[in-house]
């Protein structure tokens, strides 16, 4: 079975960071791509980054790019998202998600299962 179950959403201020984490369990990320997705209220889930299943190719959106990164250790089943020079833009909550297949992709449509979110919220 499935489980994706994140981790480390927190209220920070402008310009500060946070680490989300993510546990994964019924699947292996040797063989599967990962991606975390946020969703602001009335607005559409949007990718934000990506990792393939070899941990060689990450995705970033443009809105992140530079700010955020996008890590996994495998021997702990566990992906991570580095938030640097946080934005109030970047309030949202925050999903992992795998699609079951090595490629890495910014589309939700293309991913299967999902943990149940992570609030982040920027704001002084």
């Known amino acids: 079975q499935v489980q994706l179950v994140e981790s480390g959403g927190d209220l920070v201020q402008p310009g500060g960071s946070l680490r989300l984490s993510c546990v994964a369990s019924g699947f292996t990320l040797r063989l599967n791509a990962m991606g975390w997705f946020r969703q602001a209220p009335g607005k559409e889930r949007e990718g934000v980054a990506s990792i393939s299943s070899d941990g060689r190719t990450t995705y970033y959106a443009d809105s992140v790019q530079g700010r955020f990164t996008m890590s996994r250790d495998i021997y702990r089943d566990t992906v991570y998202l580095q938030m640097n020079s946080l934005k109030p833009e970047d309030t949202a909550v925050y999903y992992c998600?795998?699609?079951?297949?090595?490629?890495?992709?910014?589309?939700?449509?293309?991913?299967?299962?999902w943990g149940q979110g992570t609030q982040v919220t920027v704001s002084s």
């Open positions: 998600a795998t699609e079951l297949v090595p490629q890495a992709s910014l589309a939700p449509d293309e991913y299967d299962y």
